[in-house]
């Protein structure tokens, strides 16, 4: 029976998907050279980068990270509720006996004394039985089935939640990666830097020595240098817990990700070219938005299931087996035993209970519903916010490229003049630390623009897409579960059905939503 069948004879609202605010173009303020409405948003966009590194970490995330491997086992979960409440349609009671009795009656009591003065008779009586006990409430006003319809969401839901763990970690991981990319960055400006004002230290001390400047530029360029110096260890700091925050995202042990480092191609550059698509393409893409539609779907789906106990519930009782005193003849069709008992309830001294039992889980409905809409906003503006923020952080680096090869320059110059006498050190000084700012800052700002990106790409959607037949678990998770339960086929990916796992885009607004139809 299809759910389009069962929710046709169910009590209840139907989901209809609630109409959101459309934005057919993103802000002009936010749109920029290099950046495409016309060409979808690319799913593996780490690849983008070109940084080998940076795609083996992705991939080894996505195997091991163990947030997603719990990810993969609610999924699990819901898969298997799903049987349990597909369960209901069959009769919800069954017992299968058979037993035993022996009794002997005393004949000194009541009646068996009377009869025993004038016959004779065997005190002793026994009983052979066996047979079959079944009782069902039969699903009149689709209980049952708006409780399927809601276990069908709740499976689609945690396949949705898993995917916007992958957007979230996938972007960690390439954040992480180049934050630890900017500490070693700026770890290497810091170091040139530190030899350049060594050379600059020894000048001062030759000049002192032939008594062509005094001891405070010596003792400036000392102080300097020792200040730079200082900042090393900060940053090693730094590029340790880096190091660290990516191995727990990668499920690696803290301290076990330098060989995965290589090569270091630096921070990354990011495209020329940016696709984004237009705005309504992101309600199909991003699994948040698609999960809190189908949270409220599920919660409709329980409406229902609250609304059928105002109703009369209709059931049939019922046994059927074999019962004699000789086991020689347990068997026989004069043993033949059976009962049937169709009866119906109503449960209505609880109306009121009931009934405000209704109104809690349609407030919960409407709840959802506004929080599906407040996600959507929220999703507009996180996407516009890290567009803006990914163009002005490339304007940013224009303009520092051009102040670090002015502060080169300057700093060049500065110290020949120092060398003709024709400044004082001051002027060697102040340009030295302009240039070593400018240079970090130039760093740091080239970081923020592949940042900006990466939390673009996330704001899009993008990501889950390349890993929709990854896993759920690693093999030996599975073995592991498969030799202390009995899991049948549902530990095969291929028992959740393929469109929840594709996590197909919803249909317009206004249109019931399908569910997938997994196979039982």
């Given at each position: ?6 929710a ?55 195997a091991?990270?163990l ?47 009377e ?16 047979g ?32 916007d ?69 900060n ?15 990668i ?36 699994p ?30 019922g ?16 043993a033949?035993?059976g ?26 409905l ?18 516009e ?58 760093a ?35 073995v ?19 469109a ?21």
């Open positions: 029976m299809t759910a389009a069948t069962l046709a004879c169910a009590v209840g609202p139907d989901f209809v998907l609630p109409t959101v605010p459309s934005k057919a173009n993103w802000s002009g303020a936010s749109r920029g050279p290099g950046v495409d409405q016309r060409q979808d948003p690319a799913f593996a966009w780490w690849r983008t980068f070109k940084d080998p590194a940076l795609n083996r970490l992705i991939d080894m995330s996505v091991q990270n947030d997603l491997q719990a990810a993969g086992l609610r999924i699990y979960q819901a898969r298997a509720q799903l049987g349990v409440i597909i369960g209901d349609y069959f009769p919800q009671t069954q017992k299968v006996g058979a037993g035993y009795k022996r009794e002997r009656v005393s004949k000194d009591v009541g009646l068996t004394r009869v025993s003065r004038f016959v004779d008779f065997d005190p002793t009586f026994q009983d052979w039985s066996t079959f006990d079944a009782s069902w409430e039969i699903d009149v006003w689709g209980k049952v089935a708006r409780g399927v319809q809601a276990a069908r969401a709740n499976l689609v839901v945690a396949v949705a939640d898993r995917y763990l992958l957007v979230t970690i996938t972007g960690d991981v390439a954040t992480a990666y180049v934050t630890l990319r900017e500490l070693q960055a700026e770890i290497a400006l810091t170091r040139r830097s530190i030899i350049v004002q060594e050379d600059s230290l020894r000048l001062t001390q030759l000049q002192f020595r032939e008594g062509t400047t005094t001891e405070l530029d010596v003792d400036e360029a000392t102080a300097f240098l020792n200040s730079t110096k200082a900042e090393v260890p940053l090693e700091a730094d590029l340790a817990k880096a190091k660290n925050a990516l191995a727990v995202l499920g690696r042990p803290a301290g076990d990700i330098d060989g995965l480092l290589k090569p270091n191609r630096g921070i990354p550059a990011t495209s020329p070219h940016v696709g984004i698509g237009v705005p309504v393409e992101l309600l199909r893409r991003r948040d938005i698609r999960a809190a539609e189908l949270r409220a779907l599920e919660q409709a789906a329980k409406v229902g299931v609250a609304v059928a106990d105002l109703y009369p519930q209709f059931g049939i009782t046994s059927v087996g074999v019962k004699a005193s000789d086991l020689s003849t347990l068997f026989t069709s004069t033949i035993t009962l049937i008992n169709p009866g119906v309830s109503w449960n209505v001294l609880n109306y009121g209970r009931i009934r405000n039992n209704v109104r809690v889980e349609d407030a919960r409407q709840e959802l519903l506004t929080s599906y809409r407040q996600q959507v906003l929220k999703a507009y503006a996180e996407a916010d890290a567009l803006t923020a990914f163009l002005k952080s490339k304007q940013q680096v224009v303009f520092l490229t051009r102040s670090v090869r002015a502060s080169q320059r300057a700093q060049r110059i500065s110290l020949l003049e120092y060398q003709a006498g024709t400044v004082s050190f001051n002027r060697v000084l102040d340009n030295q630390v302009s240039l070593l700012r400018s240079e970090q800052r130039l740091s700002v080239r970081a923020d623009a592949v940042t900006n990106l990466v939390a673009l790409y996330k704001a899009l959607g993008g990501g889950w897409q390349s890993f929709t037949d990854a896993p759920l678990v690693p093999d030996e998770t599975k592991e579960m498969a030799a202390r339960t009995n899991w049948g086929r549902l530990l095969d990916d291929d028992a959740i059905p393929e929840a796992r594709q996590l197909k885009p919803p249909p317009t607004p206004g249109a019931k939503p399908q569910l997938p139809q997994p196979d039982f």
